[in-house]
């Protein structure tokens, strides 16, 4: 199966991704509110084109199933991560100006060029292999902080979001459609997809500690 090839094939990528400095604080607790702030203005910005590359996919095939599974997956994404970033927005005083004042980092802007990348070298098929990671990768990271959680709230309430039945009966979804799309033909396109998207989601932590920005 192909979703079992590319698990295999970026292991050592979402290992280092559980293991990465930012969600060991972020479990312990020791995470600075303004680097998860950073995280945040961030991943408003990625979960944005995330969305876009969904309903892009969609109106790009013929496979009217495909189309469905992907714009089903992009209103997931709108009532689940997306609403609770609203009440951690709140909570955090982020507000819609500091979001516009805050350009995207480097490291988010070639992850979401990748996505689009994907979608035109290899369609649709190509898409959904490099969206998959984020859903795929963040619920086995929620997962795992689950068992011990963390002392912060509101980073517990992060954890919980992809622990959440709907989170994950979307990431199911998205493994079974991954694995309908895959051909023998269009496998390596779909397992260079994985990976890369596999490495940009272990650097995005970096760029969050980092709080990458674009000087010299």
Known sequence: MFTDDAHTAALASWNASK??????????????????????????????????????AAQQTTDAAAAAQLRAGAQSLEDGEVANRQTFYHELNITPAEIAATPMAPTNYAYTSHLYRMLVTAGTPGAIAGLLPCYWLYAEIGAQLARSGSPVPIYQTWIDTYTATD????????????????????????????QKSSWYELHFWQMALDHEDWRL
């Open 19 to 56: 293991h990465h400095p930012f969600i060991q604080a972020l479990q312990a607790g020791t995470l600075p509110l303004s680097t998860f702030r950073y995280y945040l203005i961030q991943d408003h910005y990625y979960l944005q084109e995330f969305a876009k590359v969904h309903e892009l």
């Open 167 to 194: 989170y994950t009966d979307a990431m199911t979804a998205q493994l079974a459609l991954t694995n309908r799309v895959a051909t023998p033909a269009n496998t390596p396109a779909l397992l260079a997809a994985f």
